[in-house]
């Protein structure tokens, strides 16, 4: 049942869905056309709106590039590249095979997002590389699919934020601790809930051995060391440049500052994208061993870069138009207002979904619905933390459909969005389940 309906949706995303680009473009203009309709906003100031938020997401671009560019050369070095070939030799058979790449980026994710969506897509590409007869789509989509626990994990924006000071919802509700979102039972039931069926979901999302796509051996092919051996009469400069010495000085300068923060901030308050792109670059730059070496594996990770280049100010002019002309406020208000104390959590899951597709963003979701979403499970007496992991799990489910996140592994893995969408799109009604049962048993 699950391949077959694996099989219809990856024929219904081939014949239209469109190219992530072309997608966001029209996003752009359903969210233009849905905010004339519904707000007093002019198109003179959405226009304004969406020019003004077209480059606010350049940190945000240049953060997720670096974590593309950064972790993918980390997972090209030799010591990662050795341990990943002997977790990946677990797998003997394609099923196996996907019921692993699901796991470790499941897990991986729970940890770190950014190393998650990384970590995945590249561990998928060495499964695929080792168990023969594989379906590489369906690894790469495993490995995005690994990515629904996210927001549950110890990088999870959401819940993250709400504990912070100075939040944008904190003057409605006060902060919310982690106590009260992490580390609840419900998230710890969806949480692990995920983990352990998403490898058996996806190892039923199996192809038939005859529908099984051949791999383009290019896709596989293994990156060469980017070490340098040095003749004779290399100069004073080729010499300092295939040193490890520097790599060393910058390494340590790196541990002593995040280990100052830690000790400023503690661990879990320094989990965050700018502070893991320094491990990433630390880990690299020791497992390179000298600074060119690890720069030419920048250099070789660096191609893929070019759809979040592109695509990510898209997003950004969506999210200010939302935000600004109050459309983002419309939809939520939509689902919050025939809500109950009992139904409030499962319509703010779902109107957190419908938002998703307009922005794809935990933080940007906090700043549009939080200012909505709280005040108004204040006033029916609503779970606080329950009501902000609401919102944290609706986005974490609906990006199952939406293609913004799934880039950089479909740029380290070579393929299309539409070669994995119809197994993303699957795994996002079984998944449904897991998230409404957490809302409600606890």
Not at 275 to 289: C, D, E, P
Not at 328 to 337: D, K
Request: charged content about 10%; glycine content about 8%.
């Amino acid at each position: 049942m699950i391949a077959g309906l694996s099989r219809f949706f990856t024929q219904v995303v081939h014949r239209f869905l469109p190219d992530p680009l072309i997608f966001s473009i029209l996003l752009s203009l359903l969210v233009f056309v849905a905010a004339l309709a519904l707000t007093p906003t002019t198109p003179v100031a959405l226009i304004t709106f969406w020019g003004e938020g077209f480059w606010e997401l350049l940190k945000f671009s240049m953060q997720m590039a670096m974590v593309l560019v950064m972790g993918h050369a980390l997972a090209s070095s030799a010591a990662v590249g050795s341990m990943m070939r002997r977790v990946a030799s677990m797998a003997k058979t394609p099923a196996q095979g996907v019921m692993l790449v699901t796991f470790v980026s499941a897990v991986a994710s729970v940890l770190n997002w950014g190393f998650g969506l990384v970590l995945g897509a590249m561990f998928a590409r060495e499964v695929a590389r080792r168990v023969p007869k594989s379906d590489y789509s369906l690894l790469i989509a495993c490995a995005y699919i690994g990515f629904l626990p996210w927001h549950g994990g110890l990088s999870g924006s959401i819940p993250l934020m709400a504990a912070t000071k100075d939040n944008p919802v904190e003057k409605y509700c006060g902060l919310i601790p982690m106590s009260q979102t992490l580390g609840t039972g419900y998230n710890l039931f969806i949480t692990l809930g995920l983990i352990v069926t998403l490898p058996f979901l996806t190892r039923m999302m199996l192809p038939r051995p005859e529908e099984v796509r051949e791999i383009d051996p290019a896709l596989l092919k293994e990156e060469g060391s980017t070490r340098r051996v040095l003749g004779e009469n290399a100069t004073f400069a080729e010499r300092l440049e295939e040193s490890p010495l520097l790599a060393w000085v910058v390494v340590l300068a790196i541990t002593v500052f995040l280990s100052l923060r830690v000790y400023d901030r503690g661990l879990v308050k320094c989990i965050d994208v700018n502070n893991v792109n320094m491990v990433f670059l630390a880990l690299g730059l020791l497992l390179h061993g000298t600074p060119m070496a690890y720069a030419r594996a920048i250099t070789n990770s660096a191609r893929g870069c070019a759809s979040i280049m592109l695509q990510y100010p898209f997003y950004a002019g969506i999210q200010m138009m939302m935000d600004r002309s109050g459309l983002g406020g419309v939809i939520t208000h939509a689902f919050i207002e025939v809500a109950t104390k009992q139904t409030f959590p499962f319509l703010v899951f779902f109107s957190s979904a419908l938002v998703n597709f307009a922005i794809p963003s935990g933080g940007g979701h906090w700043v549009v619905q939080g200012p909505f979403v709280m005040p108004a499970a204040v006033e029916l007496g609503a779970d606080l933390g329950k009501a902000t992991m609401a919102i944290a799990y609706g986005e974490a489910w609906m990006n199952m459909a939406q293609p913004f996140w799934a880039l950089p592994a479909l740029a380290i893995a070579g393929l299309g969005v539409r070669d994995i969408m119809g197994y993303c799109v699957t795994a996002l009604l079984f998944s449904a389940v897991i998230f409404l049962l957490g809302l409600a048993l606890f």
